[in-house]
């Protein structure tokens, strides 16, 4: 494909999720300030105050605190099993689709989607509704695979566009960036909007910017790369696709790399368990004592965690690739995520919570080298199939992620409420191991194959040598 017009699934990209990151800010916020008005109708707050930090020093006040975070993360728990479970379901599906009927139109399902769900989020607050009711939407917003599902699609376009080479790596590691930087600069205008409107607007914001979005989609051009079967839908073809997104695992017909394609999806897994499931968990840790964030300090905060997360770390991937391969940028990155969590698990004050981000600033890095890696072992006409199964992967541990690690902190906010981080960086530890495996495996294989494909080489010059003869 020659047209620049390619080159709009990067902006597409961003907008989408600098959407997400407006509205994601905004709801996280959105429920200890909902809770801690209805657990505590006569405690009065400005939008700038923490819902659980109102009055550190006093012992009543901070006792509400806890509650409110016990009740926050409990109500976490349930929004992310009514995201998670059917976004789970349609991520699978989705990515095999995409292969049948092209990126382009697949991309509209999630950017139309998500546009009803805000726009009913939007209502919802306006009219001041029981938080409950908020699920109703979140199950069809994991219906229509949430991001995951539009995160999957570029993945495949940009695939379709580049070669099979370390310029996909650095495609892929470019869309990171994209999705970084949109998180960044949401997160940031949330926290003043909400500051300064409160938060419903920030969710009106996001559905305007959605409707921006889809005529970006009507500009990009379709891919080359697509199955024209017009066969009928039944249930055997949606087996079929659920087959195909989770073929590269168990199939025989990857029996020479499967062990890859394994090692590969756990380390992806694990990747965005730490990076995007312990969202709600780590707002809940720094609106709370000792740190006590106000929503726009918060959105500073993220905004220089997605910067050095998955701003700049991605941008040096190129810088990496010319020193080492996607295996050692892979172990590179999960050393530093189990240091940045330790270090931001027993944070005493703002200063050392910024400085675990420095040290943690190469965590993500995981995530690219394993797409990288899975992408380059799998024919152009399965990339949605890859995809789509690395976004069902994604989702489900993602919201697990959450619902774990919201138990978690809700276990143990009482006596010590970085528990979590010291879990997340067990988990980085594991992806250590894994992705030192991956780079030992085919030297070890490389090793022991050596005497044979000698023998062999002896074989064939002896008989070239005697027909010369």
């Not at 419903?200 to 914001?205: F, Q």
């Not at 017909?253 to 756990?266: E, F, L, Q």
């Not at 989702?395 to 006596?415: H, M, P, Q, R």
Request: charged share 15%; with cysteine.
């Amino acid at each position: 494909m020659t047209s620049r017009r390619r080159f709009l699934i990067g902006p597409i990209c961003f907008v989408h999720v600098f959407t997400f990151g407006i509205y994601n800010s905004t709801i996280v916020l959105f429920y200890p300030e909902y809770l801690g008005k209805f657990l505590f109708p006569n405690t009065t707050s400005e939008t700038s105050d923490s819902s659980v930090c109102k009055s550190e020093g006093n012992s009543t006040e901070t006792e509400n605190g806890k509650i409110i975070q016990t009740e926050v993360a409990r109500f976490s728990i349930y929004a992310s099993l009514c995201v998670g479970i059917p976004c789970i379901i349609a991520n699978l599906l989705l990515g095999s689709i995409s292969d049948r009927y092209g990126r382009k139109k697949m991309l509209m399902i999630p950017t139309i989607g998500l546009l009803l769900v805000e726009m009913s989020t939007a209502i919802l607050m306006y009219f001041e509704i029981n938080l409950n009711y908020f699920l109703i939407p979140m199950i069809f917003q994991g219906f229509v695979g949430d991001t995951f599902s539009l995160v999957q699609f570029v993945m495949s376009y940009v695939s379709d566009i580049t070669e099979n080479n370390r310029s996909r790596t650095f495609g892929i590691a470019i869309i990171e960036c994209c999705i970084g930087m949109g998180v960044v600069i949401g997160g940031l205008v949330a926290g003043y909007v909400i500051e300064a409107f409160g938060y419903m607007w920030p969710v009106v914001m996001s559905s305007l910017c959605k409707i921006l979005n889809i005529i970006l989609i009507f500009c990009l051009p379709p891919t080359n790369i697509q199955n024209k079967s017009t066969d009928s839908w039944n249930l055997k073809m949606v087996v079929d696709f659920l087959k195909q997104s989770l073929q590269f695992y168990y199939s025989k017909k990857y029996r020479g790399v499967r062990w890859k394609y394994n090692i590969c999806i756990t380390v992806y897994i694990l990747g965005c368990v730490c990076l995007i499931g312990r969202n709600a968990a780590e707002v809940l840790y720094i609106i709370s004592p000792p740190f006590c964030f106000s929503p726009v300090l918060v959105g500073w905060y993220h905004a220089a965690q997605h910067t050095l997360q998955q701003g700049i770390s991605m941008l040096l991937i190129r810088v990496f690739l010319v020193f080492m391969n996607a295996e050692a940028i892979s172990i590179m990155g999960a050393l530093s995520g189990i240091a940045g969590f330790i270090v931001q698990g027993v944070a005493g004050s703002t200063t050392i919570l910024f400085l675990s981000l420095v040290i943690g600033f190469g965590m993500a890095l995981g995530i690219p080298t394993m797409r990288g890696i899975m992408s380059k072992e799998t024919p152009s006409e399965s990339q949605g199939a890859l995809f789509g199964g690395m976004a069902a992967a994604q989702t489900a541990c993602t919201y697990f992620g959450s619902l774990v690690f919201g138990a978690i902190y809700e276990g143990t906010v009482y006596f010590f409420n970085g528990t979590v981080f010291m879990f997340m960086a067990g988990l980085c530890l594991i992806s250590f191991v894994l992705s030192v495996c991956l780079l030992i495996i085919p030297k070890c294989s490389a090793i022991r194959d050596a005497p044979a494909m000698e023998e062999k080489d002896g074989k064939m010059n002896a008989y070239k040598l005697e027909a010369q003869k």
